[in-house]
């Protein structure tokens, strides 16, 4: 048997994924626009924010080159260095704003970004390595390898990065074919794990941002600000919005970090319902993108991760969009591939270069 190798495409030469590309370049494109009303019309900003495109997509191409095999032989070594860096944070860790999340070693950088991509590829590794769907025992140590990254994130303290990586690992699971009683299983035990997880796991500035979104008017000047800000500004946009750099909320600067964490609602004030609508269509776009390749992977382990890093966007999505709207608590996720900002920017690319390696890496054998 041998590979057959012509009628392959540019984009399979460059080993990319041309709808996902130009739907991501689509977003990036609106990233620069919304950045530079919601800095203050500060060029400079947008040119920070190009570079750290441009780096992101450096990224996304290398890593679209390096097949699911070599991700494979590479998963366990990544996994166990994101979990020393981890530990490395605890007793080394840079402090700044009452969180212990940074190391600097002549750069400054934070440790559990690593894991946003370490942890699906090691349990897709790990999970497709057996049969599926996977065995109870098989299960258990597929969590234990979802559990101890993630508590050691929560102890930083970051809520949002952990609810992330968390997700990131339980949809590999999840993908792998769990059984309707596990699931049911799930679902009967959370109820005490939330209260447990209330109780002992929760810091009080966590707890106040849950009480915060069930009544922010408890405390307008306080927790609940930021909030409040954010819906005046989402539904002061209209259908057609304000126009853009004419948003009053975030021009008059009664928005609160809104070039990062809250873009949406700057994006919303600004564009309106129609500005929103595109944004969400094209974000159903990438998702859905991910989905067909997840299921068209040659192998378990490629669907797997494939599913799991597609989803694990949605949740970014899910997370940041019912953040602003008072939905959710405030748990600091920004709005993927359009709010400022460098680390979330690069390991989302980096994520989707993993797709797109998936997606083109596909053996057509022939006799």
């Known amino acids: 048997m041998k590979a057959l190798n012509h009628n392959k495409t540019i984009w399979d030469r460059l080993h990319l994924d041309w709808p996902l590309l130009v739907a991501i370049l689509a977003l990036m494109s609106g ?23 441009g780096l992101g997509l450096f990224v996304m191409f290398a890593l679209a080159q390096v ?16 979990v020393a860096l981890l ?3 605890m007793f080394f860790g840079v402090s700044s704003k009452g969180a212990q999340r940074w190391l600097n070693v002549g750069i400054r950088f934070q440790p559990s970004e690593i894991m946003k991509l370490a942890m699906p590829i090691m349990v897709a590794w790990y999970i497709s390595r057996y049969h599926l769907p996977p065995k109870y025992r098989h299960l258990a140590i597929g969590l234990l390898i979802v559990a101890i990254p993630t508590r050691l994130i929560m102890k930083q303290p ?16 999840f993908f792998a074919g769990l059984h309707w009683r596990l699931i049911l ?13 209330w109780h002992y796991g929760m810091h009080e500035y966590q707890k106040t941002r849950v009480l915060t979104m069930l009544d922010p008017e408890s405390d307008p000047l306080g927790a609940g600000y930021h909030i409040i800000q954010s819906k005046i500004a989402i539904g002061s946009g209209g259908v057609e919005g304000k126009g853009w750099t004419h948003g009053t909320q ?57 599913a799991s890093i597609t989803l694990t ?26 709010s400022y900002g460098g680390t979330s920017m690069v390991t989302l690319l980096a994520g989707f270069g993993i797709i797109m390696s998936i997606a083109t890496h596909k053996r057509i054998l022939v006799k």
């Open 313 to 338: 966007f949605f949740v970014y999505v899910f997370v940041n969009i019912g953040m602003v709207s008072g939905l959710l608590p405030v748990v600091g996720v920004p709005l993927p591939l359009i």
């Open 158 to 173: 970051d809520l949002g990065t952990s609810i992330l990586i968390a997700s990131s690992g339980l949809f590999v699971l």
């Open 185 to 197: 299983g799930a679902l009967a035990v959370a109820p005490v794990a939330i209260y447990g997880f």
């Open 31 to 53: 990233s620069l626009v919304v950045v530079y009303s919601a800095g203050g019309q500060n060029i400079d900003l947008v040119f920070r924010q190009a570079t750290r495109i």
């Open 250 to 306: 975030s021009q008059l600067e009664f928005l609160p970090e809104r070039h990062t964490d809250f873009i949406f609602s700057v994006l919303s004030e600004e564009f309106g319902l129609i500005g929103v609508t595109i944004l969400l269509s094209l974000y159903l776009f990438i998702i859905a993108r991910g989905l067909f390749i997840a299921v068209s992977a040659q192998d378990a382990f490629g669907k797997l991760l494939a």
């Open 87 to 89: 530990v490395a944070v």
């Open 67 to 82: 097949s699911p095999t070599n991700m494979r032989r590479w998963a366990l070594p990544i996994y166990v260095v994101g």
